[in-house]
Every structure is written in C-alpha cells, then in structure tokens.
C-alpha cells in the first residue's frame, strides 16, 4: 500500500508527502530497489534533478540495484524473452524496424510520448529512443511480427508497469 502511495505521490507530483511515505518505506525495507526509483521518479516528475542524483548515488554507495526490466511472450507453443534495449534476438533488427514503425504511426496519431522524468541529462530524441526500446514494447513487436492478424498477445512482465 505504501508504495501504491508513493507511485500517487509521483503522479500528482507531492514531494512532501511522497518524502514521508519514502521514509516510511526504508524503514520497512531499507534494500529495497523499487522504493528509491520510485522516489527518484518522483524527483525526476518534479525537475528535482538534484534530489535524483542524490537517491541514486545512495542506491549505489548501499549496493541497491535495480532490476532490469524483462517481458515474455509464447508465440507458437515457445516462449521468448526480452530486456530493456535487447538486441540478441536473432530477428532484433526486424523488431526495432517494426517499433520504429509502430512509434511512426503513434505519433502521426497524435502520441506524445512522457518523457519529462526520463534521464534528464540526455537529448529529447535520446529519450524518446530510450522509452521506445522497453522490454515490453519489444516484445509486442516480435508478437506482432510472428503471429497472424488477430491474434492475441500476451505478455507478462518481472516488474509492476
């Protein structure tokens, strides 16, 4: 529930309270990745760069790691796995054409992509690149590229989207 609240916190951009529940949570747990990204989020979501380098540099000097982000999909009776910015597919090259398609259309489409918390210290186009090459989204494009039209794809992720 706590970090329910803090995730909140972020959206509605409370730092006050998102500091206090943060608190709460390190008392809880205090080798708990998800907790400080979830308050760097909330940092980043307010332009608090500082703060952010800040949490990080506490997550590092503690030896907390985050855990990278990964997504499955079973596509014909196989089940496939991908990372965040995964390229040892041996089709990775058609997946990254098709997201860039997939992305093309989106934004013709209107799609603005959430970039403001994202890596504050790299180029516009970067980040976008960067939220563009998720686990998941990777998936969804090899899902797309490998079954018929109206199919169902499911994938299932490691982390809480």
Known sequence: VWGCLLAACRTHTNVDL???VAKSLFELDSKNASYYV???NLYAACSRWDDVKRVRKIMKDQGIQKMPGSSW??????????LVGDKSHPQSEKIYDMLEKLFGKMMDAGYVPEIDFALHDVEEE????????????????????????GTTIRITKNLRV
């Open 18 to 20: 998102g500091e206090r």
């Open 38 to 40: 979830l308050l760097s």
């Open 126 to 149: 970067q980040k976008e690149n960067i939220l563009g090459h998720h686990s998941e989204k990777l998936a969804i494009a090899f899902g797309l590229m490998n079954t018929s039209c």
């Open 73 to 82: 999909i079973e596509v014909n009776g196989k089940v496939y796995a991908f």
